[in-house]
């Protein structure tokens, strides 16, 4: 058994009566590869949230290495090696491709002192090995000099992607990273993904659960805050509780999602 | 109007574009990072005139004296944020507005203290004058001119060149991402503010061998500059630079023509322009809170 990465103990948020995230008990081992499914307003954006510390919980607690990070900032998670991309894209639009990778590059490697941190300019580090390297990765080369507010969707998510795996976090937590994207471009990321697998503890919230299920390892199923079943994909899908709501999340989902995009 | 008149105008118009440009940097960078409306830039600039002033006494060189202010400028405005904008970061807009504008009136009775009410005058450190199309222009206005495009070529490097400064837009345009990449968007905070403060101390510093440097000088400005940052559009540094020298422009030609105009017609113009563009010239719509 590998080290448990990530624990919650009850976490619960409620938003005025409603329960958005009901006592859920989660625990991610180290390399793990594990999905979060479930429609619309199951709740798993706000288990993120609170895993990432954009919300304190209600009740339970939640655990880093078995540290207990319920009370910290997302700012002191994130130093501690945690990370995640947003739901609405986290890059930024004024500013070149590269240059969003230098800020997230140089986040990781920083140097503290104030006089190297005011002169430090960016060409410096455009052409550092790592980041060269991941613009290959990711195929973004092509556009490296522009600026993400006119990049296709396809190249913002894998710029998005690629920005959280430079930071180099202990776990890659993404939601929805192939929403309204094409199929040629959910196929360009989950190969990129899969260069991780096995280097790299990754969760990853999706409503259609046909893409992720040769991608991950086990599944969690979220209904109305609450987890309904947690395991090998066949054992989800054959809990009668799933069964019950699963056709309306990969149906009804895929409807709703090209109707959005 | 005559030819000789009409230059003249125009330089001095370009001259104290200048001064408000300086000082509105700082208003305009502090509103685009922290969301702050920082009235406490117009004590900076009064700093600066000040220590230009008294340090001119002590030296006999107007240009230390304008180096003394900045310095002094910078150093009061990081106190100033780390003893009380730090903590006010969080609130409301108004909020900073008035704490700002209690720091501003505080900073001038403790001026007052120090160098008395009565108005103070600054030499001119050159007293050259240069011929351009047949008139005689003072070369100390034109060098605050290229002091101004010095200081816009300094900030555009830097926003555009370090890290620190990408760091800087990019928390323009969202803070929460850049705390989220880890960044010590406290830091950024820091440093800009004490950009601003600087710049401030040399508007002062610069302004003060063309004026009386007094107690409320900051406020006599106020208006102007807040125009100016308006108009540019809150957070763009090149929009802050053309409508500081339209300001300019309008203030000194505007006098030319009818006295009371120079006072009247930048708020016309501001007003104009936000009819037809309400974030001003290159105010980004992103600017939302
Ligand atoms: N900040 C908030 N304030 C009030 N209610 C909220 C807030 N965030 C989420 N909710 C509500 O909590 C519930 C769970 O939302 P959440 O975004 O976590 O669902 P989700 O599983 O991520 O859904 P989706 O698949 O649409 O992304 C929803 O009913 C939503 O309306
Ligand atoms: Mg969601």
Redesign the pocket.
Known sequence: MSTEIIKTVGVTKC?GA?V?VDRVDYSLRENEVAGII??????????FNLVTGYYPPDEGSIFYKGRDVTRMTPQQRVALGMTRTF?LTSTFDNLAVIDNLVLVYFRAHRDSTLLKLLLSTCRRHRNEDKIVATLETFDLQHVRDRLVKNLSLGEKRRLEIAMAVLAEPQVLMLD?PLAGLAESEIKVILEVLGRRVGKQTILI?E?KISHVKDFVQRLTV?HEGRVIADGGYEECLSDPEVRRSYWQIDTEQEGSKHAAA | MSAQLLTSGVIFGLSIGSIFFLMAIGLSLCFGLMRIISLDQLLYYSVGAYLTYSLTLVTGNVWLGVLGGVVVAGIVSFAVERLIFRRIYERELTFSMITSFGVLIGGIGVIKFFWGVVPRPVPVPLMAQIDIIGTEVPVYRLIVVAIAFLVYAGIWLFLNRTITGKAIRAGIENVEHVEGLGINVSRLFTITFIIAGALSGLAGGLHAPLIMVDPSMGLEVLAFVFMVVIIGGLGSIKGTLISAFIVGQVVSLGSLIYAPLAQMAPFAIMLLILLVKPTGLYGSPLLKR
């Open positions: 938003f409603l958005a479930g429609s619309n307003g199951a709740g798993k954006t706000t288990f739901q929805e919230v409503h979220m």
